[in-house]
């Protein structure tokens, strides 16, 4: 396999330029002509099915919820970034791009980057003209936050809904060209094969989630835009839907898979009550601005934490990191508070989880200002846990939150299938081994609105593509396969539910592979996950049929793909033998115990290629180069 | 002239345009009862000033014409809220097994349809009574009213009729505004006490009169 | 065991042509923290290892922002905490022995699928009458251009933050989605952007709300009681003049 990331000549700044150049176009009359599959309705796959719609292209969009509006997307909170430089504090296109790679710790491409960048203005403008309703300023104007990560503000945000307005934003469009007939969006599908012809992507077949047939969708390319597979983990801040089915499927047809252990663990969430707990609610990454994290200095302290004295109390974000003290980094606070909760100090029931105290800012500022900025996050904590942050401290725990890794695409945002394409979330992405706060967004919307337009002509008018019907053998192979595992599933009849085994997986999952990472416990992980994908298949309980509205059906069949991606996970992080980002080997680190990572060994991206069944994958490497972001090592001391 | 016609067609078989059409033809029926209660303050006044005061009526050469619009407005009102009622009917074929109100719901708006059909039935005896009968001694209308409010039957009926005008106004009188679309953060808050309280002044002051026939009127 | 047990009466029916029936079940080990969606989770792993057929009910965020969950619990949708959806709603207010039902959202508009399971397709094809500013990738203008006054951002933001669960209809006597528009037609109407487009949009969203059999809304404000998302009366106020206006000046096609 050969990774050739396709980046076009010439310098930074005009590399996206010279693409959309050379890109051949398609005659506007010959639009209509193609058929365009989109699987996923989220930022980027509604934002590329309404813009393909819009050039008049016939567009083919499905997704697994009941409306195309409810992707996770929905769920962002925090914001997005754009280079704006509306408060003219010195931002450019330049600054987010330099940011974007060193909070990637310098595991992404330069070309994309910078391209990223670029477009984001053309975001915040468009989105305005849909219709979403930014925060202004009183003279009416866009108003700006700022967010981790960086030393301007460039957050662009609507309250604590960014993610919902923008989808919203990008859904309505959708809704238009549904209307106009360009695109039929098909909802209540879930993808669960992707179909080659000639080598090429020319097909999906989809399962009906409300009849149970299966359905084969022909067209001339197939665009994933599925999101991330968080869920790997069981607990993850991710929908219960989220999956990486499709991804996955496009693996096993030679999509090859990149970085699949880069994974974003979130340090401020509501932590773990119990073995119910079906999901894990994010709070707002800005409570660090006031709030203080500490946990008692004795281990295994179990005294309210009102009656535990100043002195007795470790601040230990600000004693490790004085300089930036609570507002450090995400995946360096997270890791700070495994630690302490590795030394039997942590809080609560579970002793899995920290304080975050809001007394000292209260005291400082009155309760008055203080609940001004953070009242709706203090209600909503209050209502999920019974406990009132004004009165004691907030209790909280890292949570994973963000898939880096997913489908390899080059600078067109095809992946090592000719005709799938791979957007937002779902493909290995511009962040690199760490995503900034408010940056997924940008880059949802970026590869869906802008990017996918201009490179899928490229590849629709440089390809002599025959017509491929859904009648075609390639469309019953597939559909054979799905129904065989479905049949497998339904038939195994034993005594663990999905829900079961997939809460054991993402346990393994989460102390072997999650905020620390050592080659003892990745290599027994990787010994006790086949084994327990092999319980899966033969103790799994589905009950139902396949030709019905079966969520457990739906479950097991995801929980099946995780079973294998997490294999995948483990082996990547095994042969990534530096930390860097979201990736922290504890083998590789500085005397003070920070992350550190070695670009001699590892500046490349690993993308694995699948081998079929019972071989060990391939890890193929594309190797990545700094010349306008020079590479240094991060400080937050 | 046919685009006219278009645009009332849309508009007339629209949901919004008809409930529109409902407010304003019971915002007329309001307008009609404050007149009406205006002129039968006179019955305090006796006889003479409530005979004369409807022989003045009586004389106007508009007054069919007038009376029809009456009709048409009433009927306007009532087709509307059938047509609305029973497609709202419909609209829930099955109904929930457990049903709580979260308080947004009041008897007044609960109950417009029955209240409202009750009505019709007061009205039909109220006219067909008073309006439709031609008085026969000098006591001339004055007669007939206090006439019949020595019934005590008929007196409870008025007070029901009245009590039910009561509850379809408070909801009413304040829902038309709404129906228009009258919305101000400041406006609104005052908009429904104050529908509430006009309800209750016009079913009062009308429930006084057959009262005060019955009770203290002694020819 | 620790937690308690609890009565669940839960509406089952196969499909949207079978009749549907009230069923009890018991479960046990609720724990106050649960969420009222991880309440039935403990119902349906029991119903799985006893080869029962689980209740199958929409979620998909657990968190109140996705709009997919959407159940009648004790005969207020989404449940009895205030602002919250159903996935929100947590179990620390139940005691030991409580009874619960549990139906499906119910309106014409919104026929059943499966058990708790609605078509909530309805609102998608609304969105479609006119839903959306017509605006094509690529040709916005620079977003400063147009100015828009604060307090209508924020009015046109608390109207946004419908989540398209249907409790309105749920919850409306008359099943009608009233609010749901009311809600759409409002945000794109304050804003200038799509003022534009204003009197079409709210023509045609009203036209197809009507087409999709929901109800007539007579103005009993259980909608706005019901809302996760706080979307309030003053909307459903606003499309009924942006609707006289629309219809007055609209000339037939
Ligand atoms: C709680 C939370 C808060 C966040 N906050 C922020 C923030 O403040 N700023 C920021 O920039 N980012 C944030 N993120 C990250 C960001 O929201 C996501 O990365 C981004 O929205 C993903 O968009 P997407 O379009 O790639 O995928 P998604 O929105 O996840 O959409 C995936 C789509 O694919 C469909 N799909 C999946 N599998 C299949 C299949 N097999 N068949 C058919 N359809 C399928 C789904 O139905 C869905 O429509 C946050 C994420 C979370 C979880
Ligand atoms: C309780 C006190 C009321 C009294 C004493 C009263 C009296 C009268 C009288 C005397 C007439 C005949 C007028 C005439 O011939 O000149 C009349 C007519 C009428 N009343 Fe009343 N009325 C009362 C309440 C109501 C109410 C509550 C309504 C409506 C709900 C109503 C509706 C009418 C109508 C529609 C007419 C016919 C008017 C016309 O044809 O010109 N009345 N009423
Ligand atoms: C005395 C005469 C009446 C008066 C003054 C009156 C007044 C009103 C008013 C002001 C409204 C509010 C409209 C709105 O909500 O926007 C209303 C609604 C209604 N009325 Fe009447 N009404 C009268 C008689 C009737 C009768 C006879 C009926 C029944 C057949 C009736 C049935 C209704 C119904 C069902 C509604 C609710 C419709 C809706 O809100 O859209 N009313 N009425
Ligand atoms: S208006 Fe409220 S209740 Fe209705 S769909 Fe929107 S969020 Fe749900
Ligand atoms: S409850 Fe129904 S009647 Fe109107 S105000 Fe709400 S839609
Ligand atoms: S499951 Fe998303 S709002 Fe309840």
Redesign the interface.
């Given at each position: 396999m050969k990774l050739d990331a396709k980046i076009p000549s010439g310098p930074l700044e005009q590399k996206w330029d010279q693409r959309r150049f050379e890109a051949k176009l398609v005659n506007p009359a010959n639009r209509r002509k193609f058929d365009v599959i989109v699987v996923g309705t989220g930022l980027a796959g509604a934002g590329a099915a309404a813009s393909l719609g819009e050039l008049g292209y016939n567009v083919l969009n499905l997704c697994i919820q009941d409306s195309p509006r409810r992707a996770h997307s929905i769920a962002a909170q925090g914001g997005i970034n754009a280079a704006k430089n509306y408060p003219n504090d010195g931002d450019s296109v330049r600054r987010l791009f330099t940011d974007t790679v060193k909070g990637g710790d310098y595991r992404a491409r330069e070309a994309n980057v910078y391209r990223l960048a670029q477009i984001s203005n053309s975001i915040i403008d468009h989105c305005t003209a849909l219709g979403v309703p930014f925060a202004r300023d009183y003279g009416g104007l866009l108003d700006n936050r700022s967010f981790g990560g960086a030393q301007v503000s460039r957050t662009f945000y609507a309250r604590g809904q960014t993610g919902q307005q923008l989808l919203l934003g990008a859904y309505s469009a959708l809704m238009r060209q549904a209307a106009s007939g360009r695109v039929k969006v098909l909802p209540r599908r879930e993808m669960v094969e992707l179909v080659l012809v000639d080598g090429r992507a020319r097909g999906v077949v989809c399962r009906n989630l409300v009849t149970g047939k299966l359905e084969s969708y022909a067209g001339h390319a197939v665009c994933l835009a599925t999101g991330g597979y968080g869920n790997v983990f069981y607990l993850s801040t991710n929908a219960n839907s989220c999956n990486v089915g499709a991804a996955w499927r496009a693996y096993k047809k030679g999509a090859a898979f990149a970085n699949p252990c880069f994974t974003q663990i979130h340090p401020t969430c509501i932590p773990v009550s119990g073995t119910h707990q079906s999901k894990l609610t994010l709070m707002s990454e800005s409570l660090r601005n006031d709030g203080r994290v500490w946990v008692p200095k004795k281990a295994g302290d179990s005294r309210s934490p009102e009656s535990i004295p100043e002195d007795e109390r470790d601040y230990f974000l600000e004693r490790r990191y004085p300089s930036f003290g609570n507002l450090v980094p995400r995946d360096v606070a997270s890791r700070a508070a495994k630690v302490v909760c590795d030394e039997g100090k942590g809080v609560g029931a579970s002793k899995l989880s920290v304080y975050l105290d809001f007394r000292d800012a209260i005291k400082r500022d009155g309760l008055a200002a203080i609940r001004e900025k953070y009242g709706n996050l203090f209600d909503m904590y209050h209502h999920i846990t019974d406990e009132d942050p004004q009165k004691v401290p907030m209790r909280i725990y890292p949570a994973v939150h963000y898939t880096m890794g997913g489908l390899w695409v080059d600078y067109d945002l095809m992946t090592t299938v000719p005709g799938l394409f791979c957007l937002g979330e779902a493909n290995f992405s511009d962040h690199g081994a760490n995503r900034l706060g408010a940056s997924a967004l940008m880059q949802g919307l970026a590869d869906g609105f802008f990017i996918i337009p201009a490179t899928l002509s490229g590849y629709l008018a440089g390809e002599k593509l025959g017509k491929v019907s859904a009648e075609h053998e390639a469309f019953r192979e597939a559909e054979k396969a799905a129904d065989a595992r479905v049949q497998k599933l339904l038939s195994v009849n034993g005594k663990r539910t999905p829900a079961d085994i997939h809460r054991e997986l993402g346990g393994l999952m989460w102390e072997y592979c999650g905020m620390g990472r050592n080659e003892a416990g990745l290599k027994k992980a990787l010994a006790r996950v086949p084994e327990l994908k092999e319980e899966f298949w033969k103790n799994v309980r589905v009950t139902g049929s396949g030709a019905d509205f079966n969520q457990t059906l739906e479950r097991a069949l995801r929980t099946a793909d995780y079973m294998e991606l997490a294999e995948l996970i483990l082996r990547d992080a095994l042969e990534r033998k530096e930390s860097c980002g979201g990736h922290f080997r504890e083998e590789s680190r500085t005397p003070e115990g920070e992350a550190l990572r070695d670009d001699a060994g590892f500046s490349h991206v690993a993308a694995w290629e699948y081998q079929g069944e019972g071989s060990a994958p391939v890890r193929h490497t594309e190797p990545l180069s700094f010349e306008h972001a020079k590479p240094s090592q991060r400080s937050y001391k | 002239m046919n685009g006219l016609l278009v645009v009332i067609r849309r508009y007339g078989t629209s949901s919004i345009g008809r409930k529109q059409i409902a407010a304003l033809t019971g915002l007329m029926l309001v307008g009609f009862l404050c007149g009406h209660l205006a002129g039968n303050f006179l019955l305090y006044k006796g006889m003479e000033a409530f005979n004369h005061y409807s022989e003045f009526l009586q004389s106007q050469t508009l007054l069919p014409v007038i009376e029809l619009g009456l009709l048409a407005v009433f009927l306007t009102h009532i087709c509307m809220a059938l047509w609305l009622t029973w497609e709202n009917w419909r609209a829930r074929p099955e109904r929930y097994e457990v049903r709580e109100s979260a308080g947004g719901r009041t008897w007044g708006s609960a109950t417009m349809i029955w209240t409202g059909l009750f009505l019709l039935g007061f009205l039909l005896f109220h006219v067909s009574t008073f309006r439709l009968i031609e008085a026969e001694d000098e006591a001339g209308i004055f007669g007939v009213v206090v006439a019949w409010f020595q019934s005590v039957p008929v007196v409870v009926f008025y007070l029901c009729a009245l009590t039910a005008l009561g509850l379809h106004l408070s909801h009413g009188v304040q829902s038309a505004f709404q129906t228009f679309g009258a919305e101000h953060p400041n406006a609104t808050p005052v908009i429904k006490p104050a529908g509430l309280a006009f309800a209750v002044f016009l079913a009062a002051a009308f429930g006084l009169m057959p009262l005060w026939s019955h009770c203290i009127y002694r020819g | 065991m620790i937690g308690i047990r609890l009565n669940l009466?839960i509406?089952r029916q196969k499909?949207p042509a079978d009749a549907g029936a009230?069923k009890s079940y018991e479960v046990d080990g609720i724990?106050?923290?649960?969420?009222f969606?991880?309440m039935l989770?403990?119902l349906?792993?029991k119903?799985?290892?006893q080869?029962?057929?689980?209740v199958?009910f929409?979620?998909?965020?657990?968190?109140g922002?996705?709009?997919?969950c959407s159940l009648?619990i004790?005969?207020?949708p989404h449940g009895k905490?205030e602002g919250?959806t159903s996935c929100?709603n947590?179990m620390?207010r139940y005691k030991d022995g409580d009874t619960i039902?549990v139906?499906p959202f119910?309106?014409?508009?919104f026929p059943v699928?499966?058990d708790l399971?609605v078509?909530?397709?309805a609102?998608?094809r609304i969105?479609?009458?006119g839903?959306?500013?017509?605006?094509?990738?690529?040709?916005?203008?620079?977003?400063?251009c147009?100015?828009?006054?604060?307090h209508k951002?924020e009015a046109?933001?608390d109207a946004?933050?419908c989540?398209?669960c249907g409790a309105c209809v749920a919850?409306c006597?008359?099943?009608?989605g009233?609010l749901f528009v009311a809600a759409k037609v409002s945000?794109?109407a304050l804003?200038p952007?799509?003022a534009v487009e204003r009197e079409r949009r709210a023509?045609s969203m009203?036209?197809q709300?009507?087409l999709e059999?929901?109800?007539?809304?007579?103005?009993?404000?259980?909608?706005?009681?019901?809302c996760p998302k706080g979307v309030k009366?003053?909307n459903?106020?606003?499309?009924?003049?942006?609707?006289?206006r629309a219809?007055i000046l609209?000339?037939?096609q």
């Open positions: - | - | 009466r509406w499909g009230l724990l106050p923290d649960m969420s969606l991880e989770d403990v349906n792993e119903l799985i290892l080869g029962e057929d689980p199958a929409d979620h998909d965020c657990r968190e922002i996705c709009g997919m009648v004790d005969g207020r905490d919250a929100d947590r620390r039902t139906e119910r309106a014409k508009g699928v499966k399971v078509d909530r397709s609102f998608d969105m479609q009458a839903g959306f500013i017509s605006v094509n990738t690529g040709s916005a203008p620079e977003a400063h147009v100015p828009v006054p604060r951002a046109a933001m946004a933050a989540v398209g919850a006597p008359n099943a009608s009233m945000q794109l804003l952007q799509g023509l009203i036209k709300h009507d059999g929901f109800g007539n809304c007579t103005n009993e404000a259980e909608c706005e009681a019901a009366l003053s459903i106020a606003r499309l009924n003049r942006e609707y006289l219809s609209t000339p037939a």
